[in-house]
């Protein structure tokens, strides 16, 4: 069982910076691959990013390329996602997964644990 704990959304203005943190507990985190997904309203939850899980493995939704940097400190059993450039768009409650796999995916059906969602919300 992993548990994950999303910290770091706010309300910032477009063109800002935001970090996202995912602190897991329980077994086995350095062996799951992590991803990133959000939901905005009347929205379906979408992919937003992923990471293997010894951090070489990198996968972005084309909507956050270049924005968006996804990463993991295993001695701290954390991922990250940096985003910078935010524009309303991005808007959305972002949730990390953990997925019983070493490589990442892009399928949310694939990730068997999610945190509860940090709200990120980006002003015009």
């Known amino acids: 069982q992993v548990q994950l704990v999303e910290s770091g959304g706010g309300l910032v203005q477009a063109g800002g910076s935001l970090r996202l943190s995912c602190a897991a507990s329980?077994?086995?985190?350095?062996?799951?691959?992590m991803g990133w997904f959000r939901q905005a309203p009347g929205k379906e939850r979408e992919f937003v990013a992923a990471?293997?899980?010894?951090?070489?493995?990198?996968y972005y939704a084309d909507s956050v390329k270049g924005r968006f940097t996804i990463s993991r400190d295993n001695t701290k059993n954390t991922a990250y996602l940096q985003m910078n450039s935010l524009k309303p768009g991005d808007t959305a409650v972002y949730y990390c997964?953990?997925?019983?796999?070493?490589?990442?995916?892009?399928?949310?059906?694939?990730?068997?644990?999610w945190g509860q969602g940090t709200p990120v919300t980006v002003s015009s």
């Open positions: 329980g077994r086995t985190f350095g062996r799951n691959a």
């Open positions: 997964a953990a997925a019983p796999r070493s490589i990442p995916t892009l399928s949310p059906r694939q990730y068997d644990y």
């Open positions: 990471i293997s899980w010894s951090g070489g493995i990198t």
